[in-house]
Structure formats: C-alpha cells, structure tokens
C-alpha cells in the first residue's frame, strides 16, 4: 500500500515578496531549490536539483554519453559573468 502525506498550509508572503516552506516539506524533498510556475489561476512550486548540471549529467548520460560536470559548470559561470558584464553596462 502507497501512503502520500497531502500538506495544504496557508503562508503569508512578506513585503519583500518571500514565503517560508515549513522544514518538514524542505526535509521530505530533500532539497533547498524550487521551482515556481504560474498557471494563470495558479501557482505550482515543485523541488528542483540542487545542481542542476549533476542531475542532467545522470538523465543525458544514455543520449549524450560521458559528460564532464566540471566543464560544464565552467561554461555556465563564464555565460553567468557575460551576462553580468552586459546587465552592467
């Protein structure tokens, strides 16, 4: 037999636009990153990686074979500071 643990809690959001989610969900998720969605009627937050780049090195590793996790965190902070330089212009 399968037991789900349904959670609905009412938060307040602050006025700098944050919620907290209760550790008992961060905990059950096991993570500290989310994904937020509007739906127009609406919003889903689901957890997401922590490391993104470590979760898709195991989901593309049969399509793209043997990634290197450290080249590609290299990429992403050479595109981040890129896009950094062009913000502050």
């Known amino acids: 037999m399968l037991s789900f643990m349904f959670m609905k809690t009412r ?15 961060r905990h059950r998720w ?9 739906q ?10 922590d490391d993104p780049i470590a979760a898709a090195e195991g ?7 043997s990634l290197d996790p450290a080249r590609l965190r290299r990429a992403a902070r050479q595109d981040d500071t890129v896009a950094e330089a062009r913000r502050a212009r």
């Not at 938060?11 to 969900?25: D, E, L």
């Not at 127009?40 to 997401?48: M, N, Q, S, T």
């Open 30 to 38: 096991g993570t500290s990153t989310v994904a937020l969605e509007d």
């Open 11 to 25: 938060m307040r959001i602050s006025k700098g636009g944050q919620i907290s989610i209760p550790a008992v969900v």
């Open 40 to 49: 127009g009627d609406r919003i889903v937050i689901e957890p997401a990686a």
């Open 59 to 65: 989901a593309l590793a049969g399509e793209f074979g």
